[in-house]
């Protein structure tokens, strides 16, 4: 047995097999070990099975015995905006109301580099005190600031897929930048941040509103000189923001259609929302590999309407979830789990959501959408040990649903429906510790 070898001893759930392919009834959908094991060696997983199997053949391992708690991949949170911290939780206001009068004045205040470190910190302990492990987070409107985000993830040990966000209208005069500028700072990052560990560089287009065709040209140029950076940007989240682009864009027959024209929609891009798709976008997405990160708290919080997904999934298109920090609730991918399955079960003709399901949306799906599934999304054979060791407080309510749940999907309905970072105990990443518990 080589030294250094671990087998952490809990109950495992993961989705190596896309449960949205299955019927939702099926009980393959979800991977669960009830006295599992999961072999860990040099950050990566050597097996996941039953405990006393994978004991007896490895009985040098030594053993982390987490039986009281639940072990699930890290969640990958795949739209979420560092600079917001600081405003969740302003309720009442639609999207272009709120991003003028709480988002973008907050957003302004990151031209202080002391002020973007501290939240850059913060917002780091609060993904990985919440059990997420990879996220693709909107930077910051200055490339001090984004620079300064990049440089917390890289200590924070998570995997934070980020870049500088790109506008040059209509937002406020300081947030923007000369399509010339945002190609120079944006090329500059990518050298240095770019594969740098951990890290990895998205292009950030804020959302057509914002960018002019020659920065969506500046766009197009950075991607193609770049072939394996990200892109992220925003689509089809609002009603009035389409009237307004209808205005902004006379040619364009639909939003996606302004993002195609400098070849944006690819394989390598995630957009946020999409909740007023078309077809014929859904068409186009499935077939550029273009995934959607939905947050639901967010269309929610600001009334910008109820996501498709199961036209999404008719059509093809990989979905995945995000926070939305701030327009959406906190940091909890369980918690945006609970609020993707609220929306789809009143949304007319909604997509069934089961625990298997929404375990998939916040793990698998991410690493899909962000083209890491190689890597990160679940527990098979030589995949990076990314998990989160969840266990509910003793003596409280949800400890009590969970050990009484009749089976094990019904223990993780329990988990996605009460547990937030008061039952995160133990984060890793490629075996890392990224976060403890003080009491684990
Ligand atoms: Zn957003």
């Known amino acids: 047995m080589p030294a250094g070898t671990e087998l952490l001893r809990a109950t495992i759930f993961h989705t190596p097999q896309n449960p949205f392919q299955l019927d939702i009834n099926d009980p393959h959908g979800l991977d669960c070990h009830q006295d599992g094991g ?30 009281a708690g639940f072990l699930v991949p890290g969640f990958i949170d795949t739209h979420v905006h560092f600079p917001q911290l600081r405003i969740i939780g302003a309720l009442g206001r639609s999207l272009l109301d709120w991003l003028e009068c709480v988002a973008l004045p907050e957003e302004a205040r990151m031209a202080d580099v002391t002020y973007a470190a501290d939240t850059a910190r913060q917002f780091l302990r609060a993904l990985a005190s919440h059990g997420t492990t990879t996220a693709l987070v909107f930077g910051a409107h200055f490339g001090s600031a984004t620079a300064q985000l990049f440089e917390a993830a890289a200590s924070s040990g998570l995997r934070i897929v980020s870049g500088l966000v790109l ?8 947030l923007h930048q000369t399509p010339e500028q945002a190609y120079r700072e944006s090329a500059q990052l990518i050298d240095r941040y770019h594969k740098r560990g951990r890290l990895i560089y998205a292009v950030t287009p804020r959302f057509a509103l914002s960018t002019s065709d020659s920065m969506l040209e500046a766009c197009q140029q950075l991607i193609t000189e770049h072939p394996d950076v990200r892109l992220q940007t925003h689509v089809n989240e609002s009603v009035q923001e389409l009237a307004e682009l209808a205005r902004l864009f006379p040619w364009a027959k639909d939003y996606l259609a302004i993002y195609d024209r400098y070849n944006l929609t690819t394989s390598r891009s995630v957009m946020a929302h999409n909740i007023h798709a078309t077809d014929r976008e859904l068409e186009r997405m499935a077939a550029a590999g273009t995934a959607v990160a939905h947050c639901p708290a967010s269309n929610a919080v600001l009334g910008s309407g109820v996501f498709p997904m199961a036209r999404h999934i008719r059509a093809g298109v990989t979905c995945a979830l995000g926070t939305d ?30 625990a298997a399901r929404l375990l998939y949306l916040t793990t698998l799906a991410g690493a ?49 429906t ?11 990443v490629g075996g890392d510790v990224v976060y403890r518990a003080e009491q684990t």
């Open 38 to 67: 999961l072999l860990i060696r040099d950050g990566r997983v050597e097996a996941c099975g039953d405990f006393e199997a994978l004991r007896a053949a490895n009985p040098g391992a030594a053993i982390t015995d987490w039986r």
């Open 167 to 174: 506008s040059d209208r209509l937002l406020r005069p300081e």
């Open 325 to 354: 920090v701030g327009g959406g609730v906190g940091f909890g991918m369980l918690k945006e789990g609970l609020h993707a399955y609220l929306m789809q079960r009143l949304a007319p003709a909604g997509e069934p959501l089961d």
């Open 368 to 416: 899909k959408a962000l083209g890491l599934d190689a890597e990160i999304g679940d527990f098979r054979d030589g995949k990076a040990a990314d998990f989160v060791y969840l266990r509910p407080p003793a003596g409280g309510a949800m400890a009590a649903a969970v050990r009484h749940a009749d089976s094990p999907m019904q223990a993780l309905s329990s988990l996605f």
């Open 418 to 428: 009460m547990a937030g970072a008061e039952s995160v105990r133990e984060v890793r």
